[in-house]
């Protein structure tokens, strides 16, 4: 049996993975990866609490199922965006970026 | 050491290492792929974890759909990195970036040039930060978990896609609904965003499009200049 702990200190591993690539990287496709390694690692976290803390309901399976679906949600339109931005402004750098800079 | 504990140590190492190298490897589109390597260790820890539903859930959404999405923008929007030119600013060493030659190094094609020099010196900070922050955070998670008296034992879950069901269309239903609503406007939000405006020749009557509401929205405004300036 693996203890609830190791479960918890992957999902803080694999946040800490993403926030670093989300907040170091230029490209905003990897910005966008880097949100979804959080998301995933929120995942982890809901389940193993759910698994350790309340096995009787399923209240962070059906919340993860949430976060799956405003994850989708938000790539889609992220990507959209992107997408947008390579068409129009030739380049996605982030720090190049200034359509709404005053 | 048993099943259970071998399993999740080497799904904890695939998922660390590929997560690693999504946000180390130079070329984006081996960043895409590392990246579906870690969500098919992610839906392991969910079987794992007893959540046999979800774990569909992920290798259907996120495996199939999201790794594709984001594999379709990289096509869609970086096409000298993906043709396998050297990057700019890699040195002349063309087809391969050196290994280890900075971070940022893959992602400078999209780019028109060089960054400027006080953006350069920046990033270098941003990158010292974003370690910082990342370190903080596992550091902070470590503090909250010692203190938290959890417990070791897990109780089986046995099956979970009825249940799951079922708490989902009666306890949930109100979130449920939001979400799918959520959804729906975020797939017509990014068709909006998406769609191609072909270039219409001056004179005709606006086409429907994002440069739709720009034209609508600009007509009034001239036409209530014009009256301004002839009432004076």
Same mark, same amino acid.
């Given at each position: 049996m693996v203890p609830l702990e190791f479960y918890l200190g992957l999902g !803080?591993?694999?946040?800490?993975? #993403?926030?670093?690539?989300? $907040?170091?990287?230029?490209? !905003?496709?990897?910005?966008?990866? #880097?949100?979804?390694?959080? $998301?995933?690692a929120a995942n982890i976290n809901l389940l193993a609490f759910n698994r350790y803390l309340h096995p009787r309901d399923l209240a962070g399976q059906v919340l993860a199922v949430f976060v799956i679906t405003v994850a989708a949600a938000e790539v889609a339109v992220g990507l959209a965006i992107i997408f947008l931005l390579a068409r129009r402004r030739h380049g996605i750098d982030v720090d190049r970026i200034r359509l709404l800079r005053g | 050491?048993?099943?259970?504990?071998?399993?999740?140590?080497?799904?904890?190492?695939?998922?660390?290492a590929s997560g690693f190298r999504v946000i180390t490897t130079p070329r984006i589109v081996h960043a895409a792929l590392y990246l579906a390597l870690c969500?098919?260790?992610?839906?392991?820890?969910?079987?794992?974890?007893?959540?046999?539903?979800?774990?569909?859930?992920?290798?259907?959404?996120?495996?199939?759909?999201?790794?594709?999405?984001?594999?379709?923008?990289?096509?869609?929007?970086?096409?000298?990195?993906?043709?396998?030119?050297?990057?700019?600013?890699?040195?002349?060493?063309?087809?391969?970036?050196?290994?280890?030659?900075g971070p940022a190094r893959g992602d400078e094609v999209l780019g028109g040039g060089p960054r400027p020099e006080g953006v350069q010196a920046e990033r270098g900070w941003v990158g010292v930060l974003a370690a910082l922050a990342a370190l903080g955070f596992v550091a902070a998670m470590g503090v909250v978990y010692r203190?938290?008296?959890l417990p070791a034992q897990a109780a089986s879950l046995g099956r979970t896609t009825a249940p799951l069901g079922r708490q989902i269309f009666t306890t949930y239903a109100i979130p449920f609904e939001v979400a799918s609503v959520?959804?729906?406007?975020?797939?017509?939000?990014?068709?909006?965003?998406?769609?191609?405006?072909?270039?219409?020749?001056?004179?005709?009557?606006?086409?429907?499009?994002?440069?739709?509401?720009?034209?609508g929205g600009e007509m009034p405004g001239e036409r209530e200049g014009g009256a301004n300036r002839g009432t004076p």
């Open positions: !803080a591993a694999l946040f800490a993975l #993403g926030l670093f690539g989300a $907040l170091a990287r230029p490209n !905003a496709v990897r910005i966008l990866m #880097g949100i979804e390694l959080m $998301l995933n | 050491m048993n099943w259970e504990m071998v399993a999740f140590a080497f799904l904890g190492v695939l998922i660390l969500f098919t260790g992610v839906a392991g820890i969910f079987l794992l974890l007893g959540a046999d539903f979800l774990a569909a859930t992920q290798v259907l959404i996120y495996v199939g759909a999201v790794t594709t999405l984001i594999i379709f923008a990289i096509m869609l929007s970086s096409p000298p990195e993906v043709r396998g030119e050297p990057a700019r600013g890699s040195g002349p060493g063309g087809g391969e970036p050196a290994r280890g030659a203190g938290a008296g959520v959804l729906l406007a975020a797939l017509v939000g990014a068709i909006y965003l998406s769609v191609r405006v072909p270039p219409r020749p001056s004179g005709t009557t606006p086409v429907s499009g994002p440069s739709h509401a720009g034209a």
